[in-house]
């Protein structure tokens, strides 16, 4: 018993697949491989349904004579349907990378790929486009370095790392736009295209991004995109690599001045004199010749209240045109102010001096107490400066007063130090200076506070010397004309005292001379008295 064929249905518009492609159809491509791949889907879907005349005419139990027919058409249909299916997935594939509304997404989508190496979008192979869509994806600067020439896709964040060189990277060499970096990230290349996995903190690459040449540094992670295409030839193999890095020029920097900075309140603890605090701060800046490609430190002399003097200098080779001995201001004072018993005093004049026909503007530093940008030191020196650990000279230098804060009245003196060639002058690095010339300040004053008090102390010792000595004088002085009248006092005393024992001697005598004359007396009187009894 034959039966009827039911005819098919139409495509349902309220399908995921009919939205999708309506909202795909909608947006401006001007790839027209691509638009030509969409066509058969889009006549497909707005094929009409066919006329529902024969199957209401027709009961289930007749047999249609067009049966047939609309058989064949049905196969047919179905097989143009599934080729059409077969495009459309090949164009969502597609679609999948640009599912975002970024800058960068547009910009690849929009781009010319017909006359590069990786052709038509729709071309592209699905481990290229789902690497380029994680990329598109994430925040983190990234980019995906394709085929063997590594042509270079990236996402917004990745634009800030190439600065001037956006847009023009897009879809170019690796080497081409990173041309400084090609033999230093050769090796590392090498590793990744043999299956490694490479992770580098705080790179250095030196680029020339914003039309000058720069330090930068980059933690970066590289990993390898294999084909993952069952299909293709090179199924398995590696193709490709991800590069997911972030610039970390910042904070390298900012930890190798603070560095810097440890290093010299280190050497301040140590330091006697105030040549000492000088020599201290010249040697702190041989750690980070980066930053400090010279330096030139000049204080005041303290015999000489307008007279600046060289103390300690890096990177001058002693030359007299960069690094003068002396500065001859037409106002200033004394490192110590004779009217002051304070060291950090100083009273400067108000008017403004000329020093065009020095090489550095230290007496407009002085008076203003403020740091001076100078520009263009190849113009002003006649000889290339030195520029530390960079080959190239420094054209930018700061004449910074050293004082040990903003609201200090006195200026010890002025320190002249080069900038960063491969760094652009920001405002971090001037604050930068300012910290450094207020330590070089404070370890002076600390050296000239020590020696005040050690002075005082000293003052203080010669005067109770001072005092011992007086004192030990006067007792003298005052014993002496004791001496004076005690003596004769003395011999008189002698003489009144032996006066006093001769008479007592003389009178004892004379009373025993009596009573022995008073004896023989007697005795003769008894020898001439005749007892009365004889005479009776």
Same mark, same amino acid.
């Given at each position: 018993?034959?039966?009827?064929?039911?005819?098919?249905s139409?495509?349902?518009?309220?399908?995921?697949?009919?939205?999708?492609?309506?909202?795909?159809? +909608?947006i401006?491509?001007?790839?027209?491989? @691509?638009?030509?791949?969409?066509?058969?889907?889009s006549?497909?879907?707005?094929?009409?349904?066919?006329?529902?005349?024969?199957?209401s005419?027709?009961?289930?139990?007749?047999?249609?004579? &067009?049966d047939? @027919?609309?058989? #064949?058409?049905?196969?047919?249909?179905?097989?143009?349907?599934?080729?059409?299916? &077969? &495009?459309?997935?090949?164009?969502?594939?597609? %679609?999948?990378?640009?599912? =975002?509304? !970024?800058?960068?997404?547009?910009?690849i989508?929009?781009?010319?790929?017909?006359?590069?190496?990786?052709?038509?979008? @729709?071309?592209w192979?699905?481990?290229?486009?789902? $690497?380029?869509?994680?990329?598109?994806?994430?925040?983190?600067?990234?980019?995906?370095?394709?085929?063997?020439?590594?042509?270079?896709?990236? =996402?917004?964040?990745?634009?800030?790392?190439?600065?001037?060189?956006?847009p023009?990277?897009?879809?170019?060499?690796?080497?081409?736009?990173?041309?400084? $970096?090609?033999?230093?990230?050769k090796?590392?290349?090498?590793?990744?295209?043999?299956?490694?996995?490479?992770?580098?903190?705080?790179?250095?690459?030196?680029?020339?991004?914003?039309?000058?040449?720069?330090?930068?540094?980059?933690?970066? /992670?590289?990993? $390898?995109?294999?084909?993952?295409?069952?299909?293709?030839?090179?199924?398995?193999?590696?193709?490709?690599? +991800?590069?997911? *890095?972030?610039?970390?020029?910042?904070?390298?920097?900012?930890?190798?001045?603070?560095?810097?900075?440890?290093?010299?309140?280190?050497? &301040?603890?140590?330091?006697?004199?105030?040549?000492? $605090?000088?020599?201290?701060a010249?040697r702190?800046?041989?750690? #980070?010749?980066h930053?400090?490609?010279?330096?030139?430190?000049?204080?005041?002399?303290? !015999?000489?209240p !307008?007279?600046?003097?060289?103390?300690?200098?890096?990177?001058?080779?002693?030359?007299?045109?960069?690094?003068?001995?002396?500065? %001859?201001?037409?106002?200033?004072?004394?490192?110590?102010?004779?009217?002051?018993?304070?060291?950090?005093?100083?009273?400067?004049?108000?008017?403004?001096?000329?020093?065009?026909?020095?090489?550095?503007?230290?007496?407009?530093?002085?008076?203003?107490?403020?740091?001076?940008?100078?520009?263009? %030191?190849?113009?002003?020196?006649?000889?290339?400066?030195?520029?530390?650990?960079?080959?190239e000279?420094?054209?930018?230098?700061i004449?910074?007063?050293?004082?040990?804060?903003?609201?200090?009245?006195?200026?010890?003196?002025?320190?002249?130090?080069?900038?960063?060639?491969?760094?652009?002058f920001? =405002?971090?690095?001037?604050?930068?200076?300012?910290?450094?010339?207020?330590?070089?300040?404070?370890a002076?004053?600390?050296?000239?506070?020590?020696?005040?008090?050690?002075?005082?102390?000293? *003052?203080?010792?010669?005067?109770?010397?001072?005092?011992?000595?007086?004192?030990? #004088?006067?007792?003298?002085?005052?014993?002496?004309?004791?001496?004076?009248?005690?003596?004769p006092?003395?011999?008189?005393?002698?003489i009144?005292?032996?006066? *006093?024992?001769?008479? !007592?001697s /003389?009178?004892?005598?004379? /009373?025993?001379?009596? *009573?022995?004359?008073?004896?023989?007396?007697?005795?003769?009187?008894?020898?001439?008295?005749?007892?009365?009894?004889?005479?009776?």
């Amino acid at each position: 018993m034959s039966t009827v064929s039911q005819p098919r249905s139409p495509p349902d518009r309220s399908s995921s697949l009919y939205e999708d492609h309506m909202n795909h159809t +909608m947006i401006n491509h001007d790839d027209d491989d @691509h638009d030509h791949a969409l066509a058969p889907l889009s006549s497909s879907l707005h094929t009409p349904p066919p006329s529902s005349s024969s199957s209401s005419s027709s009961s289930p139990n007749i047999v249609n004579d &067009n049966d047939d @027919h609309y058989n #064949n058409s049905d196969l047919n249909r179905r097989s143009n349907n599934n080729h059409t299916i &077969n &495009n459309y997935n090949i164009s969502m594939r597609t %679609l999948i990378t640009f599912r =975002n509304n !970024s800058k960068m997404s547009v910009m690849i989508r929009d781009h010319p790929w017909h006359d590069t190496p990786l052709g038509p979008i @729709h071309t592209w192979p699905t481990s290229l486009q789902c $690497a380029l869509d994680t990329i598109l994806g994430t925040n983190f600067p990234g980019c995906v370095f394709w085929g063997p020439e590594h042509l270079m896709l990236y =996402n917004d964040t990745y634009v800030e790392i190439l600065g001037k060189r956006h847009p023009r990277s897009l879809g170019r060499p690796k080497d081409v736009v990173w041309f400084e $970096a090609a033999e230093l990230s050769k090796g590392l290349t090498d590793r990744v295209m043999a299956g490694e996995s490479v992770w580098n903190p705080n790179a250095l690459f030196i680029s020339e991004r914003n039309g000058y040449i720069e330090e930068v540094y980059f933690t970066f /992670s590289k990993s $390898a995109i294999r084909d993952m295409d069952p299909a293709s030839p090179t199924a398995g193999t590696i193709v490709g690599m +991800m590069n997911i *890095s972030t610039e970390n020029t910042n904070d390298v920097v900012s930890n190798r001045r603070f560095a810097m900075l440890q290093e010299h309140m280190k050497n &301040n603890a140590v330091v006697q004199t105030v040549q000492d $605090a000088c020599d201290a701060a010249i040697r702190t800046c041989t750690t #980070n010749p980066h930053d400090v490609p010279f330096a030139i430190l000049y204080l005041f002399d303290e !015999s000489n209240p !307008s007279l600046l003097t060289l103390r300690a200098s890096i990177g001058v080779d002693g030359r007299d045109e960069v690094a003068p001995s002396s500065f %001859l201001l037409s106002s200033s004072s004394s490192l110590l102010s004779s009217s002051s018993s304070s060291p950090l005093s100083r009273d400067h004049g108000e008017d403004e001096d000329n020093d065009d026909d020095t090489p550095w503007p230290v007496t407009r530093a002085v008076k203003s107490r403020q740091p001076i940008i100078l520009k263009d %030191l190849d113009v002003r020196f006649s000889k290339k400066l030195s520029g530390g650990a960079w080959p190239e000279a420094p054209q930018e230098a700061i004449v910074m007063p050293v004082s040990a804060s903003e609201q200090q009245e006195n200026v010890l003196g002025v320190l002249v130090i080069g900038v960063n060639s491969r760094m652009k002058f920001t =405002n971090t690095f001037l604050g930068f200076v300012e910290i450094f010339t207020r330590q070089i300040a404070v370890a002076i004053n600390i050296v000239l506070s020590v020696d005040l008090e050690r002075r005082r102390a000293a *003052s203080l010792a010669d005067l109770d010397r001072a005092k011992t000595t007086f004192f030990t #004088n006067v007792s003298h002085e005052l014993r002496t004309p004791l001496t004076l009248i005690t003596g004769p006092l003395s011999e008189c005393l002698s003489i009144i005292s032996s006066t *006093s024992s001769t008479s !007592s001697s /003389s009178s004892s005598s004379s /009373s025993s001379s009596s *009573s022995k004359a008073d004896e023989g007396g007697e005795r003769r009187s008894r020898d001439y008295i005749i007892p009365t009894s004889i005479t009776d």
